[in-house]
C-alpha cells in the first residue's frame, strides 16, 4: 500500500521553463513533507521542505506547494536548468511522533533539455 | 558539511554468501537508516536505528539484519544473499528535532547478487 505515490515517473521540459512535479500522500496524519534530489550513482540529497502549518515554502528558484485538503504536494522549478536533469523523490513524515521516519514516493525522472 | 560514508559503491557477491554493508556518519547523529531503492518502487525503508543497540524493523526487513555498535556505525548484514537482493542499498543518518528531522544519505551500494 504506497502512502506516497509520484504518479509522473518522467518529465521533460525545456530549460528555462518551468518544472512541476507531484506528489500525493494518504495518510492524513503527514504533517511534515521533503523533497530530495538524486542523480546516478549518488546518493538522494535534501531539496526542500514543508510542514503541515504552511502552504507554501520558497527557496531560490525551488517552491514546494501544499494542499492539506487534497492531500497534494508540488515541487516547482522556475525556471528550470539542464542541471536540474535527475530523480526527484518526495517524502512524507510525523513530526509528533518523536522519530522520524519518512516514507517515500517512487521518485520522478525530470530531463531538462537546453 | 554532513558526511555519511558507504564501505563499498559497488559489490558483486554469489548466492548464499554472507554480505556486510558498512555505514559511517560524522556528525554524530542520533538516527540511521537503511533504505534499498528499485526501479518503479522508490526507497524502502530497511531497517533503522535511534541509539546505540537499539533497532526497529522497517518497511522490508526481511532476509537482513543490522548493527549499531558504536553511534556513528551502523551495519546492515544479508544472511545468506539471495538475487531478489539485487539493489542499491542507501544509508542515511538524521538528528532529531522539533522541526523536522532532514536525513542525509550516503552515496549508496550497488550490490549485485549472482
Known amino acids: 500500500d504506497q502512502q506516497v505515490k509520484q504518479n509522473s515517473p518522467s518529465l521533460s521540459v525545456q530549460e528555462g521553463r518551468i518544472s512541476i512535479l507531484n506528489c500525493d500522500y494518504t495518510?492524513?496524519?503527514?504533517?511534515?513533507f521533503l523533497w530530495y534530489k538524486k542523480y546516478p550513482a549518488e546518493g538522494p540529497t535534501f531539496l526542500i521542505s514543508?510542514?503541515?502549518?504552511?502552504d507554501k515554502n520558497e527557496d531560490g528558484r525551488f517552491t514546494v506547494f501544499l494542499n492539506k485538503s487534497a492531500k497534494h504536494l508540488s515541487l516547482h522549478i522556475v525556471p528550470s536548468q539542464p542541471g536540474d536533469s535527475a530523480v526527484y523523490f518526495c517524502?512524507?513524515?510525523?513530526?509528533?511522533?518523536?522519530?522520524?521516519?519518512?516514507?517515500f514516493g517512487t521518485g520522478t525522472r525530470l530531463l531538462v533539455s537546453p | 558539511d554532513v558526511k555519511v560514508t558507504q564501505s563499498s559503491r559497488y559489490l558483486v557477491k554469489r548466492t548464499g554468501e554472507k554480505v556486510f554493508l558498512e555505514c559511517v556518519q560524522d556528525?554524530?547523529?542520533?538516527?540511521m537508516f537503511w533504505y534499498r531503492q528499485d526501479p518503479g518502487l522508490g526507497l524502502r525503508l530497511i531497517y533503522f536505528?535511534?541509539?546505540?543497540?537499539?533497532?526497529e524493523k522497517g518497511d522490508i526487513p526481511e532476509g537482513y539484519s543490522v548493527s549499531r555498535e558504536k553511534k556513528e556505525r551502523f551495519s546492515l548484514i544479508l544472511e545468506s544473499a539471495s538475487t531478489n537482493q539485487t539493489s542499491m542499498y542507501l544509508c542515511?543518518?538524521?538528528?532529531?528535532?522539533?522541526?523536522?528531522?532532514?536525513?542525509?544519505f550516503g552515496p549508496g551500494t550497488r550490490l549485485t547478487v549472482l
Open positions: 517524502a512524507a513524515g510525523l513530526l509528533n511522533t518523536g522519530f522520524q521516519k519518512l516514507v
Open positions: 556528525m554524530d547523529h542520533e538516527n
Open positions: 514543508i510542514s503541515s502549518i504552511k
Open positions: 542515511a543518518s538524521s538528528f532529531p528535532s522539533g522541526g523536522g528531522d532532514t536525513q542525509y
Open positions: 495518510n492524513s496524519m503527514f504533517d511534515y
Open positions: 536505528s535511534y541509539d546505540v543497540k537499539m533497532k
